[in-house]
């Protein structure tokens, strides 16, 4: 009887016990699982990988440029027509070039005015100086015909440069750079060689700057409609799509990184340009996010698109183009793109590359 009173007497103090001990538990569980959460969601955003920072806009575009002499004939733009099929404005109330939404003669005749030197940066290293001739030859037909462009190629093999008869006030200059193993080292790469190359030299030389993918060739005039403080092309394979779905970088830990939710358009690595300190800025500072990357282990998904897609949502582009400006010849052309300015050449991809792979 007294060692069943006692038994029992045993057993309430162990359930008291053990109740303790588990609520101790819920609690130390509560109170570490806020912390992780704290840290699992400030950390990315605030400490590891804060926004990018907004530009300095102070010393460049200024509407009070868009001059032109007098007499001039074109066409009176309308009020009422226009493309209906597409949107030819953003929503922070920029332009959204398509065909038949600016008029050549005005265009040229405002920015010729001006008289701009232009910089477009193209990297052909190793195989890729097969796709020199075709890119520089319709460059001369159809970019910025007329205007001062100097054409800076970066290569490990200068002398794979094809000799190309070039227009007034047009060249091309030589940059040299080392060769890779790797395709996805030339692709970072040139944001470092051009970050070095415009401290030491472009930026003496040139107004505006573009960089370009050279596996491509230009097929219709690309003109002053596309110059402006910062201008980016839509991806053509991502324009219809929904923001969800768009590829950026959406691990964390990656400087590129931007959370579902958020983003205005999926814009392309392979043509960007505008006024040549606004784009020094962003080249620098995909060159510095790559880095900081690469010192925490990781790759963005695209690369250098991936942290040209993070800064263009934070500090917006003052003109889009539409995928008119590269599209590619692996796609058909739908409906509403008109015409095709540049489009990327179907190229093997293991066989062009140093290490293979797409
Ligand atoms: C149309 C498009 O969205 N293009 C992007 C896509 O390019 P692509 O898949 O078209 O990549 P790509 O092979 O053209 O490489 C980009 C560029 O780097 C240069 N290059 C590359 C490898 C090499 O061995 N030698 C060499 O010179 C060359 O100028 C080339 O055009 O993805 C890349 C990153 O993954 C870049 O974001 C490109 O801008
Ligand atoms: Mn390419």
């Given at each position: 009887m007294k060692r069943l009173e006692m038994l029992r007497h045993i057993t309430r103090l162990h359930i008291l016990a053990i109740c303790a001990f588990f609520l101790f538990l819920l609690g130390a569980i509560y109170i570490y699982s806020g912390h992780f959460w704290a840290l699992e969601r400030f950390c990315p955003t605030l400490v590891i990988n804060p926004p990018p920072q907004v530009i300095d806009t102070s010393s460049t575009w200024k509407i009070g440029d868009l001059t032109m002499q007098p007499g001039l004939k074109?066409?009176?733009?309308?009020?009422?027509?226009?493309?209906?099929?597409?949107?030819?404005?953003?929503?922070?109330?920029?332009?959204?070039?398509?065909?038949?939404?600016?008029?050549?003669?005005?265009?040229?005749?405002?920015?010729?005015?001006?008289?701009?030197?232009?910089?477009?940066?193209?990297?052909?290293?190793?195989?890729?100086?097969?796709?020199?001739?075709?890119?520089?030859?319709?460059?001369?037909?159809?970019?910025?015909?007329?205007?001062?462009?100097?054409?800076?190629?970066f290569t490990d093999n200068e002398k794979d440069i094809p000799k190309i008869e070039l227009g007034e006030g047009r060249k091309i200059v030589p940059v040299s750079v080392p060769s890779a193993n790797r395709?996805?080292?030339?692709?970072?790469?040139?944001?470092?060689?051009?970050?070095?190359?415009?401290?030491?030299?472009?930026?003496?030389?040139?107004?505006?700057?573009?960089?370009?993918?050279?596996?491509?060739?230009?097929?219709?005039?690309?003109?002053?409609?596309?110059?402006?403080?910062?201008?980016?092309?839509?991806?053509?394979?991502?324009?219809?799509?929904?923001?969800?779905?768009?590829?950026?970088?959406?691990?964390?830990?990656?400087?590129?990184?931007?959370?579902?939710?958020?983003?205005?358009?999926?814009?392309?690595?392979?043509?960007?340009?505008?006024?040549?300190?606004?784009m020094y800025r962003l080249v620098r500072y995909c060159y510095e996010q790559s880095e900081v990357d690469a010192k925490n282990n990781i790759e963005a998904v695209w690369q250098e698109e991936s942290h040209l897609n993070k800064y263009l949502l934070y500090n917006k582009p003052t003109k889009v183009l539409s995928p008119e400006y590269l599209w590619s010849d692996y796609d058909q052309i739908p409906q509403d793109i008109k015409v095709i300015r540049i489009s990327q050449l179907v190229k093997n991809y293991a066989e062009v590359r140093p290490n293979g792979g797409n």
């Open positions: 074109y066409a009176q733009p309308s009020t009422q027509k226009g493309r209906t099929d597409v949107n030819a404005v953003t929503n922070w109330n920029v332009p959204l070039v398509w065909e038949g939404t600016f008029d050549p003669a005005v265009i040229d005749a405002i920015y010729k005015k001006m008289d701009p030197r232009v910089a477009v940066v193209v990297f052909a290293v190793g195989k890729y100086t097969r796709f020199l001739k075709g890119f520089l030859e319709s460059g001369e037909k159809h970019f910025l015909v007329g205007f001062r462009v100097n054409y800076y190629i395709w996805q080292d030339v692709v970072l790469g040139r944001m470092k060689w051009a970050t070095i190359t415009i401290d030491n030299q472009i930026r003496n030389e040139a107004d505006y700057l573009f960089m370009m993918d050279i596996d491509s060739v230009f097929r219709n005039r690309f003109g002053a409609e596309s110059l402006s403080r910062l201008s980016a092309v839509l991806h053509r394979g991502y324009y219809k799509t929904t923001r969800d779905n768009f590829p950026y970088e959406r691990r964390p830990k990656s400087m590129a990184y931007i959370p579902h939710g958020e983003g205005d358009y999926y814009y392309t690595a392979a043509v960007w340009g505008g006024y040549l300190e606004d």
